[in-house]
């Protein structure tokens, strides 16, 4: 501040004395956002959990036993973001539900189909919708999934987000500003791509921008492209099912969050919407509702059981990801697209229903037996 003031004997003097502060700090400190590094990580203390056989979770197993290239990509200081973000463990899990089921899609499809037995994720691209800050899901795909891109997408400037620039195992760029990082190979010769969108995920635009970024000047196709979509709040869950079919996308795997406020953005008075209401309600893109989905919306609020107002909103999703909107915005059924949903019990979190909707025709098809499975995991 003191430089663009044109202060410049404070200035230089100012950073005199951080230098000396800094000399006199017994703890490290990213040379990048300067936030002060832990000893250790999250990760790494994590791992001596695995080690000593105390950890029993079976998606954090799943990691360290699985994947231990992952762990030791991820265990980087440039990664602090990832690897020492608040509630390390719960957020692991959460993000490693999506990659595992995933991985169980993919092996279930190359099951039913020869042609589909590969490895490599490569010509694959993963959208992380709401992704938030720490982009933890993101860096479990990129680490896991080799070769795979992914395209992250939050309301947070990119400044705040985890040092991926800094990793030689991967490719960085800001859609904004088009800046390119890091491009030593991985072991394969296989680069993990990610990259980040600074958008509101109710643009109405956003779709259309996500297809040129995705398809590169080429023609788009959405067979490999999976949305992912962890504990959106409220409506925003709605709003990923959106965009999962405005991309025509292979598969999206949803985890909703809380429920969206009673309030429907609903004027009686001048019977509209309030866009500032709706952004966080029920449905910001469709005005017209058909009775049919009014009632359902006011069955979840028929309890005050908060946890079974949960597995309604969860099994209401489910629903809406086998519907599509016709030109009068009301819903029909979508009979190209298969669904389940589960619960899965490792996700150390209450809000742990997953709903997986798969394209027919992609390269995922065939991987769920029909459209109303509902099983535990």
Request: with cysteine; charged share 25%; hydrophobic share 35%.
């Amino acid at each position: 501040m003191a430089e663009e003031l044109g202060k410049h004997d404070i200035a230089n003097q100012l950073r005199q004395y951080e230098q000396i502060a800094s000399s006199a700090e017994t703890f490290q400190r990213c040379p990048k956002c300067k936030t002060k590094l832990r000893p250790r990580s999250k990760l790494a203390f994590l791992r001596d959990q695995v080690t000593k056989g105390i950890e029993t979770n079976d998606l954090v197993l799943e990691l360290f036993n699985d994947h231990p290239l992952a762990v030791e990509r991820l265990d980087d200081k440039s990664l602090h973001r990832v690897n020492c973000c608040l509630s390390f463990r719960k957020e692991l899990t959460e993000s490693m539900a999506l990659v595992s089921e995933l991985k169980r899609l993919r092996q279930a499809a190359a099951e039913n189909d020869e042609s589909k037995q590969q490895t490599s994720w490569n010509d694959w691209h993963i959208v992380d919708l709401c992704s938030g800050a720490q982009c933890v899901t993101a860096a479990l795909c990129l680490s896991i999934l080799t070769g795979v891109s992914v395209t992250a997408l939050d309301i947070v400037s990119s400044n705040e987000l985890p040092h991926f620039e800094d990793v030689d195992w991967m490719t960085m760029s800001d859609v904004k500003n088009d800046v390119d990082a890091g491009t030593t190979p991985t072991d394969n010769g296989m680069l993990s791509s990610f990259s980040y969108m600074q958008r509101d995920i109710h643009d109405g635009d956003l779709a259309p921008q996500l297809q040129s970024h995705i398809s590169k000047g080429s023609s788009y196709s959405g067979k490999k492209v999976i949305v992912l979509a962890m504990h959106c709040c409220g409506a925003l869950s709605q709003r990923a099912l959106s965009l999962f079919k405005e991309l025509d996308a292979a598969a999206i795997l949803v985890m909703p969050c809380c429920l969206p406020p009673k309030n429907l953005g609903y004027s009686k008075k001048l019977k509209t919407f309030d866009p500032q209401q709706a952004s966080t309600s029920w449905n910001s893109t469709h005005i017209k509702r058909d009775d049919e989905q009014v009632k359902k919306i006011k069955k979840i609020f028929s309890t005050n059981d908060q946890d079974e107002q949960y597995r309604r909103w969860a099994r209401y999703l489910h629903q809406c990801a086998m519907l599509d909107a016709t030109a009068d915005n009301t819903a029909t059924s979508c009979k190209n697209i298969s669904s389940t949903i589960k619960e899965v019990d490792a996700v150390l979190s209450s809000r742990n229903t997953l709903i997986t909707a798969i394209r027919n025709g992609s390269e995922l098809a065939d991987a769920t037996e029909n459209n109303v499975s509902e099983e535990k995991s």
